[in-house]
């Protein structure tokens, strides 16, 4: 039988680091030939994942620009992956996530009756604009999608109430598989975090959502600020995301400030090992809610509410809001109170053990006839939590 073919369609840092374990997955099973389209919706923090894992993509549609928009990301997608899939012919696509490219690299599968599996399906918030357009992306991904591959069976449950078409594989989170590539004891490539002194309170910081664009990231910052300037024990370390909107509103309020490091994006080996020898984490990316609960350091989440709930009742994760008053309660409370913070620091993974690339493969050459059993489901009592 002939080799079955993937196409990997992926375009963003988070869905890079999450599909990127999956790609070299896919290549090295003789049933599957893997094939890697990067839309590049992100450049530089795109490029960077792809080095860090030697992963090298057949197709790149290579169109971020400035000042970009949804539609107009959507609609370059749109055109450029039409005539990926005229030459590249694949048995099957795969998308990742809730962002941009991947609706529209389903549409455009959907558009060519090409099947289309969705990895990490499943998530809600059961907010339409919240996260935006996050939210929506994922739910019309879900209904596009014949193949969901859910990280959790909370997940599994949420596509079930939906009816979407297709079959369901609980398969554990990719992220948990890259972190088997990124943790590791060497040195910073950034110098600057070298010379951070981690044996006093870091605090490791993202901050990029559209929908805490304005008042709420104004709001947050200014927490940061009031945080870093009454107690200069701290320091906060934040690599700030490359889009404008962002870098902008972080230096107006943080730059300048002794105690608060800003840096580039960092490498993903970089950013895991930050996580780890930081003493608590504060963020609005979803990926960061997944990582940080695997390496046993408390998450305070810089929205009002998560589509990844499983660390938020295992007790690792926390919504911090996005107002500033809060923010500062919440963050000072794991500082002063070593009770509160001891039963938030205990490592917990309920998105993976690391086997979920293997999973979703196994689920692909048995939904096409090239195995004969389907993958046994990703459980997380046999999850591992000593990364
Ligand atoms: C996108 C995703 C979001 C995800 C986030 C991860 C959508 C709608 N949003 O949001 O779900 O959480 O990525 O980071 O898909 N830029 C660069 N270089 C880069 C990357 C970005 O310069 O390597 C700048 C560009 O000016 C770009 C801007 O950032 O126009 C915004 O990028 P975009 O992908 O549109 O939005 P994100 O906020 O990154
Ligand atoms: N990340 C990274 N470098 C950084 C900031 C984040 O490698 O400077 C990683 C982080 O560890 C996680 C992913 O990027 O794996 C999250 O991406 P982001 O916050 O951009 O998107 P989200 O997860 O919110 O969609």
């Given at each position: 039988m002939k080799p079955l073919r993937v196409l990997s369609v992926f375009g963003t840092r988070p869905e890079a680091i999450k599909m990127c374990p999956l790609a070299l997955e896919l290549a090295r099973r003789s049933a599957l030939e893997s094939l890697v389209c990067v839309t590049a919706q992100h450049r530089e923090m795109l490029d960077s994942v792809l080095r860090t894992f030697g992963v090298r993509p057949d197709y790149d549609l290579d169109i971020m620009e400035a000042g970009q928009t949804l539609s107009s990301v959507?609609?370059?997608?749109?055109?450029?992956?039409?005539?990926?899939?005229?030459?590249?012919?694949?048995?099957?696509?795969?998308?990742?996530?809730?962002?941009?490219?991947a609706f529209a690299a389903a549409l455009a599968a959907f558009y060519h009756q090409l099947p289309v599996g969705h990895v990490e399906a499943g998530l809600r918030t059961f907010d339409r604009w919240s996260p935006y357009p996050e939210e929506m992306n994922r739910r019309l991904?879900?209904?596009?999608?014949?193949?969901?591959?859910?990280?959790?069976?909370?997940?599994?449950?949420?596509?079930?109430?939906?009816?979407?078409?297709?079959?369901?594989?609980?398969?554990?989170?990719?992220?948990?598989?890259?972190?088997?590539?990124?943790?590791?004891?060497?040195?910073?490539?950034?110098?600057?975090?070298?010379?951070?002194?981690?044996?006093?309170?870091?605090?490791?910081?993202?901050?990029?959502?559209?929908?805490?664009?304005?008042?709420?990231?104004?709001?947050?910052?200014?927490?940061?600020?009031?945080?870093?300037?009454?107690?200069?024990?701290?320091?906060?370390?934040?690599?700030?995301?490359?889009?404008?909107?962002?870098?902008?509103a972080a230096?107006?309020?943080?730059?300048?400030?002794?105690?608060?490091?800003?840096?580039?994006?960092?490498?993903?080996?970089?950013?895991?090992?930050?996580?780890?020898?930081?003493?608590?984490?504060?963020?609005?990316?979803?990926?960061?809610?997944?990582e940080a609960p695997a390496l046993g350091k408390p998450v305070l989440v810089l929205r009002r509410e998560t589509e990844r709930p499983e660390a938020v009742e295992a007790g690792t994760v926390a919504l911090a809001g996005v107002e500033r008053e809060t923010v500062i309660k919440m963050v000072r409370q794991l500082l002063d109170e070593p009770a509160r913070y001891r039963a938030m620091a205990h490592a917990v993974n309920p998105y993976g053990d690391g086997q979920a690339c293997r999973r979703i493969a196994d689920a692909i050459e048995w939904r096409f006839g090239r195995a004969e059993r389907p993958p046994e489901e990703f459980h997380p009592n046999r999850a591992s939590p000593n990364l």
């Open positions: 959507t609609s370059k997608i749109l055109d450029g992956l039409g005539a990926v899939l005229d030459e590249a012919r694949p048995d099957l696509v795969l998308v990742h996530g809730d962002t941009t490219t991904v879900g209904r596009l999608a014949e193949y969901h591959f859910a990280p959790t069976a909370r997940n599994r449950d949420n596509l079930l109430r939906e009816a979407v078409d297709g079959s369901i594989f609980v398969t554990g989170n990719t992220v948990i598989d890259a972190m088997a590539y990124t943790v590791n004891p060497r040195p910073f490539a950034c110098e600057a975090l070298n010379r951070v002194d981690f044996r006093r309170r870091v605090i490791a910081m993202t901050c990029h959502r559209r929908e805490n664009y304005g008042a709420p990231m104004e709001q947050i910052f200014s927490a940061v600020a009031q945080l870093a300037q009454s107690d200069p024990e701290l320091t906060f370390v934040y690599p700030v995301h490359l889009s404008p909107v962002v870098q902008r230096r107006a309020q943080l730059e300048g400030l002794a105690n608060v490091l800003l840096t580039e994006p960092l490498d993903a080996m970089d950013m895991h090992k930050l996580i780890s020898r930081s003493y608590l984490v504060l963020t609005d990316s979803g990926g960061l809610q997944e």
